[in-house]
């Protein structure tokens, strides 16, 4: 089999090319146009004008957040009875399933002789986990969820990335922050 091979010339720099400044200067240009426009929209936004026109295409987050889609995989949850005790059933379907292996529940008995356990302790460890979603998908009672639209989990200690079942029951977006305080 012969293998048919189609040169293609470099096209021959000009001495606008070689000089190399026209295009240093264009794109410093562009640079800089930008860098002054958003400049001055930025000090307009903060005296209160001009609020409807963007002063960059960048969102300034923290203060500012952008819609999450509705599917997007955020921290997680446990859902509740409408007793508010949680729904789980200590099955460890999640705990086995977790590739992380992040997810620690001891179970205990329950009072109601129609459910047979409940989770005396249930924790995740933010630290590890790779928001994969299996866990969600392994629960058969629908009971772990990841949609509290949560998104900040940094912490400055590996002890505040462990969310507990309380903090799973109560989602509290500054929950990390409350305990690196603490520390
Ligand atoms: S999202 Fe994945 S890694 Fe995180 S706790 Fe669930 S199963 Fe484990
Ligand atoms: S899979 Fe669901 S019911 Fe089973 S232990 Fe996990 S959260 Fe609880």
Redesign the pocket.
């Known amino acids: 089999m012969t293998i048919k091979t189609k040169l293609i010339k470099r096209p021959a720099m000009t001495f606008w090319d070689q000089l190399y400044f026209p295009s240093v200067f264009r794109g410093v240009m562009i640079t800089g146009g930008h860098f002054w426009r958003n400049l001055f929209f930025h000090i307009m936004h903060q005296l209160g004008l001009f609020k409807a026109i963007r002063a960059a295409v960048t969102i300034m987050y923290p203060e500012e957040k952008r819609d999450l889609a509705s599917r997007l995989r955020t921290r997680h949850r446990l859902t509740k009875r409408a007793d508010g005790s949680p729904r789980c059933v200590a099955c460890m379907m999640?705990e086995t399933?977790?590739?992380?292996k992040?997810?620690y529940i001891i179970a205990e008995e329950h009072p109601d002789p129609n459910i047979e356990k409940r989770p005396a302790k249930f924790d995740?460890d933010l630290g590890k986990?790779?928001?994969?979603?299996?866990?969600v998908e392994a629960c058969p009672e629908d009971a772990i969820r990841?949609d509290t639209k949560i998104l900040d989990i940094a912490a400055l200690s590996r002890e505040a990335m462990k969310l507990d079942m309380e903090e799973l029951l109560n989602p509290n977006p500054d929950y990390a922050r409350i305990l690196d305080k603490k520390r």
């Not at 399933?97 to 992380?100: M, T």
């Open positions: 999640c399933v977790c590739p992380a992040c997810i995740i986990c790779v928001y994969c979603g299996f866990c990841m």
